[in-house]
């Protein structure tokens, strides 16, 4: 069992630098720790919203296999996920329907709002707003897909 240098990323894929005490990058006012860390870990996301929340701290991250362990393996592209020079500054949810402990399905209403460079040298803010659809498969949420 080696134990980790200081400053090293609590994972080899986690290299964004938020840490177990830090603010989680979701937004829900919980350390990293208490909120999404845990299902990056392994444990099951409780509702839709919860593993939607952690897939945007996944891309917060740079959690390349989170993202495609929780990807359905029916509408699951090719990855990377990750856009490297993509920088993830926050999450509002807009609307949850379903997706609750007893169901079988969900969406998940959100705004993603990031910076990335322009392709010209410059950095630009912007916002992706999307209706994702999750569902449940072996009792664990999937993403599915974004609904019109």
């Known amino acids: 069992m080696g134990g980790r240098a ?6 080899p894929i986690r290299a964004a630098g938020v840490r ?3 603010p989680c990058p979701c937004g829900s006012g919980r350390t990293y720790a208490q909120c999404c ?8 996301a409780p509702t839709a919203e919860a593993l939607m929340r952690s ?11 989170y993202l495609f362990r929780t990807w359905h393996p029916r509408t699951r592209p090719e990855g990377p996920y990750c856009h490297p020079g993509t920088q993830w500054t926050g999450l ?10 007893d169901d079988e ?5 959100f705004t993603a709002s ?15 707003r999307e209706r994702s659809c999750f569902t449940r498969r072996a009792g664990r949420w999937l993403y599915l897909d974004a609904v019109g």
């Open 105 to 109: 399905t969900g969406v998940v209403e």
């Open 20 to 22: 177990g005490p830090a």
């Open 92 to 101: 509002t949810i807009h609307e949850t329907v379903g997706g609750g402990a």
């Open 6 to 11: 200081a400053g090293e990323p609590d994972s």
């Open 55 to 65: 897939r945007y701290t996944a891309f917060v991250v740079g959690d390349e296999d």
């Open 37 to 44: 860390e845990p299902l990056h870990d392994g444990a099951p």
């Open 114 to 128: 990031y910076r990335a460079g322009d392709g010209h040298g410059a950095v630009v803010a912007d916002a992706l």
